[in-house]
């Protein structure tokens, strides 16, 4: 299978480091190290919707559609 490389921009909000968060093997998400600023997320339920899901998600970070908590939400 062929793997791309999925290159993230810095954080819209911050200029953090975005990593690509897996959670329990079904989703998928873009989270800044530092403001914790993030897509949403994007299901998936094989190998091939994984791929899928990790290039939308990697789009959706380096166009700034992200969703922000401020202090005391």
Partial sequence: MDHK???LEEC?????T???MH???WNVQVECADCS???VFV???NEIERL???QKV???WNIGKVIRSDVGE
Avoid at 12 to 16: E, F, N
């Fill in 52 to 54: 899928e899901a990790e």
């Fill in 5 to 7: 490389i999925i290159e």
């Fill in 58 to 60: 990697a789009t959706l």
């Fill in 12 to 16: 819209p909000i911050c200029r953090g």
């Fill in 37 to 39: 600023a993030h897509t």
């Fill in 18 to 20: 975005g990593i690509l």
């Fill in 23 to 25: 959670e329990g093997g």
């Fill in 43 to 45: 299901e998936y339920a």
